[in-house]
């Protein structure tokens, strides 16, 4: 998605070869109008999928997901974080190790909003090693609903989560895949590459 | 706001004579139609106020931000919550009690997002005792910029945090105002008493 690639050219911050920061219009101040295109285009990218449900993790891909779940016409519903094991009955719940926090945390949806017959269609913000989503299958997994896609706004192309879940069969699609990141020059997989 | 008065009645819990839960629309499962409705809403509500940013504050807080700051055309920004103070030189930080979760923790937003001469609209999804709001506003009160309205989307109209607010000066607008709860019959606020 070229608005997006623009984007994280013209105000996002590469350090290094692994870090990228774009706290300046995703993941803490928010772009509105980009937020709302890229929902247009996850609607485009997975249109027909049958989503009943857009599934996030808290807090950076509630924005995101909502703007989605608008064009598809169905309800966004995000993953809290907690520190600690909730033992109650009532939620589906999964381990996710974060290597941005450098900490483990459970990942908890209730039961009351994810059951069997849903069609999930995934919404976040960043793909990288795949821990986050993976928790995500793994909750949904529980629920006994289906995935029927993976939307990403950015990918981090030369880690190894999309490549695992693309080969695990899941339909995943990037808004902007990062091939590699040198001396903070930015170089990203061409859209064809993609998929 | 009748639309979301009428949500409440039909999709929220209430417990007690305190406690509302609204996870199946606006708190965990949300309905995108309905926050994108709440932000035009506090678009009307707030016209012409110059607002330069809306504030939020993580999670709940942001679909329902960025969805107002799409209709004024500008960007939203959410504080973060953390549970350790954070020393760096980089952000404002204000400590908070939660009345929710029983315990404190600080609310940071970058100083590179807010500056003297920003003018803030604040959104949040609950007002009861006004801790959080109030965190807000001393971060906001650090970096310089002015508030220039509070934009709530369920406030507990028997809990004190709404009128010492508008004591204070400050241009708070409801969309819903719950004026009791008992026995589970949610009463509102009439709308011209709000303001």
Redesign the interface.
């Known amino acids: 998605m070229k608005l997006l690639e623009d984007k994280i050219v013209a105000e996002g911050n590469a350090i290094g070869s692994d870090i990228l920061k774009v ?3 995703l993941n ?6 980009l ?2 295109e890229m929902g247009k285009e996850f609607f485009r990218l997975f249109e027909g999928c049958g989503a009943t449900k857009v599934v996030t993790v ?2 950076s891909g ?2 995101i ?3 989605a ?2 064009y598809f ?6 993953a ?1 974080k907690a ?1 600690h094991k909730n033992v109650g009955s009532d939620i589906f719940t999964a381990r996710c190790y974060s290597f941005t926090h450098g900490k483990e945390y459970m990942m908890n ?2 039961k ?2 994810l059951h069997p017959g849903d069609k999930v269609l995934i919404i976040d913000d960043f793909l990288a090693g795949g821990n986050a989503c993976n928790a995500l299958l793994d909750i949904i997994s529980q629920s006994g609903a289906e995935v029927v896609g993976i939307g990403i706004a950015i990918e981090k192309g030369f880690q190894p989560g999309g490549a695992a879940l693309r080969q695990k069969g899941y339909k995943v699609r990037s808004l902007a895949i990062i091939e590699s990141m040198e001396d903070g020059k930015i170089t990203f997989r061409p859209d064809e590459d993609c998929f």
Request: charged share 20%; hydrophobic share 50%.
């Open positions: 706290d300046m219009f803490h101040q928010i772009d509105p109008l937020i709302d808290e807090s509630i924005a997901a909502v703007a779940a608008k016409g169905v309800p966004a519903l995000f809290k520190t949806i209730s009351k909003y």
